[in-house]
């Protein structure tokens, strides 16, 4: 088994096992006419691999033939040996790091069962704190816990919970956002699983796992520079979990289309003609309360200023006869909330959590390498490959190629395009191979390149040029190459070439 060093070998295609000899862990066999002593001597005998009851089971998994070891599957990451059982159980509990971002209801869930399968180097991190309405469902917390750090508390909660079980878990919280760790934070681990809620966050952690996965001049991936990211997300009585292998399987941003943007409503619309019921609490709490209220910041987690939010809602949808302004809907259009159900974390988070358990012991195969969880409709379920996408602007070398027209489009209007619903970029910088022609940041260069905004194209690029585009969900040196081209002017009904056609 390969020890983890200050650059960790990728959890799969790195941490091979060496074949060694061990002793017979095959789980033992009662028949009708064993003694009960007689078995129970044989269990005891399996128990004393590790000396702890508590992972007999997952001594069995791990020391069983099966049909379908890792190395059948089409993402085939490393070759099973149940002879190596014992060092394969050595790898999960003394060497192997996992990282758990969010700890909300699917975190909570994945922080369990990992502990419960084996893995006692654990890290978790979330930004967020613990919030009344969240002890229906995340049960790690407790009332005398609201206010305080979602991450720190699971992290007691769990390592208090183990202390009983003669465990050595060793769990690290981290109280911050995804963004304000490095890379080589997230280069010391084996395997991370996401339980985020936040889908600009989640494109965050796919560019970076991608990043991180180096390859040579021949095109092909260093095998010890992969961490495998399984991703879970739930939604009510929905749910998904997904195997990404970064450079190998689709990457998340490949099925961004899946996702819809995120709801924006005109501030026009919700001040002068309101359609929905949400309209009216945007309004109540974006204009109604600072103008109530001018010194006073609105409390999400106030029941008396949502109170008032409710109310003043109300009174706005009933002036303009909309009907639907409930309180819990209130609470839904403030606070973002995403509708959850405990028992859908508890099936995405048991997946995900199985695909991580074989990730890192090639007990079995990976799955491939999409899961959908249907409960609206009864217990079906999907597995799919996810193909990937030839032009993903993470994951794929090949450039985008946009065509405009170069007198009528602006630099601030190509930006307003890469930020539409083809791309969805956040706040892009445009560069050409000669000039920074927009830089958010820092505010020297933005000042200097603002001026660009208003400029024609034409002005600023050629045609057939390649523009680099970085932006906040591109990690690292990952940056999107925008090739531009320009569509063909039209004078009196006839086609007038380009400069590079006449070229």
């Given amino acids: 088994m390969a020890s983890p060093s200050a650059s960790p070998p990728s959890p799969s295609l790195a941490h091979k096992k060496p074949k060694l000899s061990h002793p017979d862990t095959t789980a033992p066999s009662c028949?009708?006419?064993?003694?009960?002593?007689?078995?129970?001597?044989?269990?005891?005998?399996?128990?004393s691999v590790r000396g702890n009851q508590r992972h007999w089971d997952l001594t069995r998994l791990l020391s069983h033939r099966t049909a379908f070891p890792a190395e059948t599957s089409t993402v085939a990451l490393g070759e099973f040996d149940p002879d190596a059982a014992q060092d394969t159980l050595s790898f999960l509990q003394d060497e192997c790091r996992v990282l758990i971002i969010g700890a909300?209801?699917?975190g909570c869930e994945l922080l369990k069962n990992v502990v419960l399968s084996g893995f006692t180097k654990v890290d978790i991190i979330d930004m967020d704190t613990i919030d009344v309405s969240n002890l229906n469902r995340q049960f790690l917390f407790r009332a005398t816990d609201v206010g305080k750090s979602k991450a720190e508390c699971a992290a007691a909660f769990v390592r208090t919970r183990m202390a009983s079980e003669d465990s050595k878990v060793d769990i690290t919280p981290h109280f911050k956002k995804v963004q304000d760790m490095d890379a080589d934070f997230y280069r010391q681990f084996h395997v991370i699983l996401s339980g985020l809620d936040n889908i600009e966050a989640r494109r965050y952690l796919n560019s970076l796992v991608v990043s991180l996965a180096e390859v040579d001049e021949d095109g092909?991936?260093?095998?010890?520079t992969i961490i495998p990211l399984i991703d879970g997300g739930t939604e009510g009585l929905r749910g998904q979990a997904r195997v990404i292998i970064p450079r190998i399987t689709s990457c998340f941003e490949c099925s961004l289309e899946t996702f819809p943007?995120?709801?924006?409503?005109?501030?026009?619309?919700?001040a002068e003609t309101p359609r929905q019921p949400a309209h009216c609490i945007a309004y109540a709490f974006i204009v109604l309360w600072p103008r109530e209220f001018p010194e006073k910041k609105l409390d999400k987690d106030s029941p008396e200023h949502m109170q008032w939010v409710y109310q003043a809602a109300k009174d706005r949808a009933e002036q303009f006869g909309i009907s639907g302004v409930t309180y819990s809907l209130t609470l839904g259009v403030v606070k973002n909330i995403i509708p959850a159900v405990a028992s859908t974390n508890a099936v995405v988070s048991a997946m995900c959590v199985s695909e991580a358990l074989k990730a890192m012991s090639y007990c079995s195969r990976l799955m491939n390498n999409y899961h959908m969880h249907m409960g609206a409709t009864g217990c079906y379920s999907h597995t799919f490959q996810y193909d990937r996408k030839s032009d993903c602007v993470v994951c794929s070398s090949q450039q985008k190629t946009l065509q405009?027209?170069?007198?009528?489009?602006?630099?601030q209007k190509l930006i307003d395009e890469l930020c539409g619903d083809d791309f969805r970029l956040l706040k892009p910088s445009i560069s050409s191979a000669n000039a920074n022609l927009f830089m958010q940041g820092p505010p020297a260069l933005r000042a200097a390149t603002s001026p660009n905004l208003v400029k024609p194209l034409r002005e600023l690029v050629k045609d057939g040029e390649n523009?680099?585009?970085t932006d906040a969900v591109f990690v690292g040196d990952m940056a999107l190459s925008l090739q531009i081209i320009f569509k063909p002017?039209?004078?009196n009904g006839v086609e007038k070439p380009t400069p590079m056609e006449e070229d």
């Fill in 467 to 469: 523009l680099t585009v």
């Fill in 489 to 491: 002017t039209i004078k």
């Fill in 104 to 106: 909300g209801g699917l």
């Fill in 261 to 270: 943007p995120q709801k924006s409503f005109p501030m026009c619309t919700i």
């Fill in 404 to 411: 405009v027209d170069p007198d009528a489009m602006t630099l």
């Fill in 220 to 224: 092909d991936v260093d095998p010890s």
């Fill in 31 to 47: 028949s009708l006419a064993t003694t009960s002593s007689s078995c129970a001597m044989k269990t005891n005998t399996l128990h």
